[in-house]
C-alpha cells in the first residue's frame, strides 16, 4: 500500500526500486486479477488503485500472505491519477468490468469517457494501451466510439474473450462467475494516440 | 454502363478521361445515392457496382434522364473488382445497407467479411478509406471486428448516423424508409493498413 501517491509523480521507479514497466488496474476490487498476474510476471510492475477502502483493504489483506515486490496499492479515485504519475510514466491500463453506469447523466463517470481516456493519456507511454473486459453490452459500445472519437487505436476488439484460445487471461473474481453464467466477456485493447502532451 | 470493365484496369482515368479520383459504391442498388452524389461533387468521379441486372437497369435508366459524365455503372459481382481496378486506383468505397448474410455459413459473403477486405485493399489507394452505413447491428459488429482483425483503422464509428450534424450525409432508398420507421442506421470510417501490396 501507498499512502502518499501524489509525492511519487515522475518516479515511481524509486518506489518499485528498478525501471521495469508500470501496469496498472483501475478499479482493482479485491486485487486477485493483479496479484495473480504480479506472480506470473516478475518482469513487471503493477499498480492497483480503487476507490472504495472497504474493498481495497482486502486486496491488501490478500497480498499480505506473500506480498509481491512488484505489486502497489492505492487508496484512490481514478481522477486523481494524473496528479500522481507523470508523462510516459506508464505502460499499460487494466479496465476490469468496470462500473457501466447505465443513466445518461452519470456516462462522465465511466472510466472510458473521453475525459477519463484524455486524463490517462498524460501518463500513459506513447504506444501505451487500454485492455479493457466488460459484460456490459452498452459500456462496450459506447467505449469504442470514445476511443476512436478521441483519437485513440483500436486494436483488437474480441465480442467473445472465452471463444478464443488466448494464451494467457487471469480472470476476474466478476468474469469467473459471468463465464459460469454463460455470459460474453467482450473485450478491446486501443492504443494511445501519437499526439497527446499539449 | 461499362460493359467490360476488365479492359480499363488500371486506366479509368481514360475511361473519365480526367484524372478526378474515383469513388465505388458496391451494391448500388437502383443508384440513387451515387447520382445525387454525382451531382454535388462534380470534382469526382463515381463507379456504381451491382451484382444484379434488374435493378442495375433501373439505375441506369434513372441516370439516362440527364447523365452525369462523371458516374459509371458497372454490372459486376464484387469478387471481381480486383479484375477491374489496378493498385491505388480507387480512392474511396461506400457500402450501404450490405446484405448481411446472417446465417453463418453465409459469413464470407458479406461485403466487410476479410476476404472481401483484402480484395479492396489491393485497389485501394494508401488512405483510402470504406465509409459504411447499415441498420443490421449484427452486421456492424462483425464489421468492426473483421477491420480490426485486418488491420484497418477505425476512424469513425457512430451508433445513430442521424442523432449527428453531418453537414453532408447522402440518404439511400433503404435509409430514407429506415429513418422514418425510427430505426438507428449505424456508421463506420475506416482506413486501409499501410503494408497492403504484397
Excluded at 44 to 54: A, R
Amino acid at each position: 500500500m501507498v499512502h502518499h501517491p501524489k509525492d511519487h509523480k515522475g518516479s515511481w521507479s524509486s518506489v518499485f526500486q528498478n525501471d521495469r514497466p508500470i501496469r496498472l488496474e483501475i478499479g482493482c476490487g479485491k486485487g486477485k486479477f493483479l496479484l495473480e498476474l504480479a506472480n506470473l510476471h516478475p518482469e513487471l510492475n503493477f499498480v492497483g488503485v480503487e476507490k472504495f477502502e472497504s474493498v481495497l483493504v482486502r486486496a491488501v489483506e490478500k497480498a499480505e500472505v506473500d506480498p509481491p515486490a512488484n505489486l502497489k496499492f492505492l487508496w484512490l479515485d481514478a481522477e486523481e491519477l494524473p496528479e500522481c504519475f507523470g508523462a510516459d510514466e506508464v505502460d499499460l491500463i487494466y479496465l476490469n468490468f468496470s462500473d457501466p453506469w447505465p443513466k445518461s447523466k452519470q456516462k462522465k463517470r465511466r472510466l472510458t469517457h473521453p475525459l477519463f481516456l484524455a486524463r490517462y493519456a498524460s501518463f500513459l507511454k506513447s504506444s501505451g494501451r487500454i485492455r479493457m473486459k466488460t459484460d456490459n453490452f452498452g459500456l462496450f459500445m459506447d467505449s469504442m466510439v470514445w476511443f476512436v472519437e478521441s483519437d485513440w487505436h483500436l486494436e483488437t476488439i474480441l465480442l467473445d474473450l472465452h471463444a478464443e484460445q488466448h494464451v494467457e487471461n487471469v480472470e476476474t473474481e466478476f468474469e469467473t462467475r459471468f463465464v459460469a453464467m454463460g455470459r460474453s466477456i467482450y473485450y478491446l485493447s486501443a492504443v494511445r494516440p501519437e499526439e497527446t502532451h499539449a
